[in-house]
Nanobody, 121 residues
Framework: VQLQASGGGLVQAGGSLRLSCVVSGRSFSSYTMGWFRQAPGKERDFVAVIWSGGATGYSDSVKGRFIISRDNAKNTVYLQMNSLKPEDTAVYYC????????????????WGQGTLVTVSS
């Protein structure tokens, strides 16, 4: 199974970015997909999750600003990030899991390579 993340970049505070993550090598539609982020010197934190049925969950820090979605026909999960803040600066990782536990990195078995998001003030 391979995950390929893209879409990171430099954006000013208040701006938007959309991250994408393409999954290959397994059935995507049954896979629970999550986004995590890791700032320099910090742990990898949960950002958002989307289950196979389309239900979503978010961390409190991004709720109302970020939207996770999936396109099963394209084997792709997205993270639309709006109203970005400097504290959103991090490397963002997509990950896949069959676990019912979804907010901890250790419950994900497949990870993308990460894409850097930098938000300037």
């Amino acid at each position: 199974v391979q995950l390929q993340a893209s879409g990171g970049g430099l954006v000013q505070a208040g701006g938007s970015l959309r991250l994408s993550c393409v999954v290959s090598g397994r059935s995507f539609s049954s896979y629970t997909m999550g986004w995590f982020r890791q700032a320099p010197g910090k742990e990898r934190d949960f950002v958002a999750v989307i289950w196979s049925g389309g239900a979503t969950g978010y961390s409190d820090s991004v709720k109302g600003r970020f939207i996770i979605s999936r396109d099963n026909a394209k084997n792709t999960v997205y993270l639309q990030m709006n109203s970005l803040k400097p504290e959103d600066t991090a490397v963002y990782y997509c990950a896949g899991t069959d676990s019912v536990l979804v907010t901890t990195p250790t419950h994900y078995d497949t990870w993308g390579q990460g894409t850097l998001v930098t938000v300037s003030s």
